[in-house]
């Protein structure tokens, strides 16, 4: 399968409790992004890289989140002291730059949830 | 503040019908457009979209309609088949921006 693929698929922790979660984008690709998606809503977007350059952050992205994408390949998110707001969805998609527009390969997601 | 409207959180629709879906928003600057199809389980996946230079594109069954100036655009599905049971998210950009801002999704049900 040469899609794009999300570690875990879920996620269950205790409020305060730090989590990390994998995003491994099609491998041409050079864009990656991150969304976040709540229930009965669409997917927030929260930020995006082309190759390793973080270019753009939402204001969804508080100092709590912070992600990575340390060689322009694979791409972490980490939510520290993680709330119970912090439940929902996370997808990651991924893109070909060089276009002036371009479709997101999105992966299937990690469910967080937080007790 | 929403951008992006989808005001009909459900469709039905008979198999063989055309399922017309709606997108309203407010934002004058966007002029990229696209939907994104989701099943249970499984991330959006593409399926059609619009440049605002343009007002109809389409692909096969799927034909997206872009009226600017009532900012409005309409996926229409023809035929509709049972396989199309999924949630439908319109989405929109600006200029040649990567933040994609998403509808909150219609579910349609084809029913056979």
Same mark, same amino acid.
């Given at each position: ?103 997101? &390969? ?10 | ?31 990229? &457009? ?67 801002? &998403? ?10």
């Amino acid at each position: 399968d040469t899609g794009v693929s999300q570690d875990p698929r879920h996620k269950i922790t205790k409020r305060g409790q730090n989590v990390t979660f994998r995003c491994d984008p099609i491998s041409e690709h050079n864009r990656l992004y991150w969304y976040r998606q709540t229930l009965g809503q669409g997917p927030e977007f929260l930020t995006y890289f082309q190759n390793e350059a973080q270019l753009e952050k939402s204001r969804l992205l508080s100092d709590r989140f912070s992600a990575e994408r340390p060689k322009g390949s694979f791409s972490t998110l980490e939510i520290q002291r993680t709330e119970q707001g912090d439940s929902a969805m996370y997808l990651c998609a991924s893109s070909l730059a060089g276009f002036s527009y371009n479709e997101q &390969f999105f992966g299937p997601g990690t469910r967080l949830t937080v007790l | 503040d929403q951008q992006v409207k989808q005001n009909s959180p459900s469709l039905s629709v008979q198999e063989g019908r055309i399922s017309i879906l709606n997108c309203d928003y407010t934002n004058s600057m966007f002029d990229y &457009f696209l939907w994104y199809k989701k099943y249970p389980a499984e991330g959006p996946t593409f399926l059609i979209s619009i440049s605002s230079i343009k007002d109809k594109n389409e692909d096969g069954r799927f034909t997206v309609f872009l009226n600017k100036s009532a900012k409005h655009l309409s996926l229409h599905i023809v035929p509709s088949q049972p396989g199309d049971s999924a949630v439908y998210f319109c989405a929109a950009s600006e200029g040649n921006g990567q933040n994609f801002v &998403f509808g909150p999704g219609t579910r349609l049900s084809v029913l056979p």
